[in-house]
């Protein structure tokens, strides 16, 4: 008892240490004096940030022509290849369990051979996940294919939004991660709308080029500066950091800040699965891994995968319509990036929250009209809004801030296993929402849309109760000021 008690006296110690250097920067923060370095990277220093973000966010490209490329493909790929629909079935969500597999082997990834290293990695799948598709003649080759780029988007679905965290600056870190959200939406709506004009194989020879420009680009740009302090490399670390800064900005305080952090968060034990579930960790990993199941619970892959049978049952043509859904999501995606450093993550996110409500609620009523024959020329504008402004609420928040959260809420000795998990939950609530959307509209149709209505108001409440506000603040001083609530 004793020992326990001493072990657990000194990892107080220890929390006390991460909190006490950062704690009059959080206040300061807090009551809206931020504070400012003694020279600030002027924007033409932050060329290099910029250029990091770009080469990292090809991966997220990468990752939307996955998920884009079953939607257009599927009649031709069952012409021929001569698919039944279940094997098409197969193929299609295949995707999502290859997408676990990688979500749990990300953070482990990443943390081992570095950020730099867990993209190749995810490049390498996704290439021969694609090669495999463009030669395949039977379903084998095909399924093999989607479970290698299904692994490769899951490893890219953390290490992306974690690495471009630990390289932005604190003033641009919002905008720069919510341009991984906007990137996954451009590389699926691309893929929709050429995937009208080329062959199956042709799509899938396509989807190599983020990969391919990825690849290039990770030779030209640095390592996350956080992940070198975390591995020992102080060299490397500083000199990173000065890449990422520019040559003339004054990085000391920063260097000695994450420096300080990391040496002191060293001290602790390694963390595995269930050391996530102590005390000192348990409120970052409800922040992360609830806003995942906010996030997908909320009914998103089953909207989308209604989305052209809601159209065509108002009249409007599904592919007139799916081409609007996949311009309003990435415009307001964008809108959603220039403003999250501005209004912050909370309000975002309630917003966004907000409107989910309201979009479910319109479905759900253009359901429950054409039901009871109520009403009907009232049902096609009902449904058309509703999705629309579902979509469009889901992109202005719900789509992006919860990677943006998860990119900085976890501490850098938890990030690895903490991010695998919120990652993973993730997946799992896209495979479940997709699976049962179809039981739950034989079960009642505006049923199934209330029910997302009541978990969107829930995730809002949660938001407000649980969320911190991370806007403005480095990672270090998130977390003392987490570990002082």
Known sequence: ???????????????????????????????????????????????????????????SYAFGCCAGYSSPTQASIREDVKLSLAEYSLFGSILTFGAMIGAITSGKIADYIGRKGAMIVSSAFCTAGWLSIYFAQGALLLDIGRLATGYGMGVFSYVVPVFIAEIAPKDLRGALTTVNQLMICTGVS???????????????????????????????????????????????????????????????????????????????????????????????????VGLMVCQQ??????????????????????????????????????????LIDRAGRKPLLVISGAGLVLGCLLTASSFYLKEHGLALAAVPALAVTGILVYIGAFSAGMGAVPWVVMSEIFPINIKGVAGSLATLVNWFGAWACSYTFNFLMSWSSYGTFILYAAVNALAILFVIKVVPETKGRTLEQIQAAINTS
Do not use: H
Request: aromatic share 8%.
């Open 1 to 59: 008892m004793a020992n326990n008690e001493d072990i657990e006296n000194g990892e107080s110690c220890v929390q006390e240490e991460i909190r006490a250097p950062l704690l009059s920067r959080v206040e300061t923060a807090g009551n809206g004096d931020e504070e400012k370095p003694l020279k600030k990277s002027s924007n033409e220093e932050r060329c290099m940030v910029y250029l990091t973000t770009f080469i990292a966010v090809c991966g």
């Open 190 to 288: 691309v893929s929709f709308i050429i995937g009208t004009f080329l062959t199956w194989r042709a799509l899938a020879l396509v989807g190599i080029v983020p990969c391919a420009v990825l690849l290039f680009g990770l030779v030209i740009i640095p390592e996350s500066p956080r992940w070198l302090a975390k591995k020992g490399n102080q060299k490397e670390f500083e000199a990173s950091l000065r890449r990422l800064r520019g040559k003339n900005a004054d990085i000391s305080a920063e260097a000695a800040e994450i420096q300080d952090y990391i040496e002191t968060l060293e001290r602790l034990p390694k963390a595995r699965l269930l050391d996530l579930f102590q005390r000192r960790y348990l409120r970052s990993v409800t922040i992360g």
């Open 297 to 338: 619970f909320g009914g998103i892959n089953g909207v989308c995968f209604y989305t052209s049978s809601i159209f065509e049952s108002s009249g409007f043509p599904a592919d007139i319509g799916t081409i609007i859904y996949a311009i309003l999501q990435v415009i307001i995606t964008a809108l959603g990036a220039t």
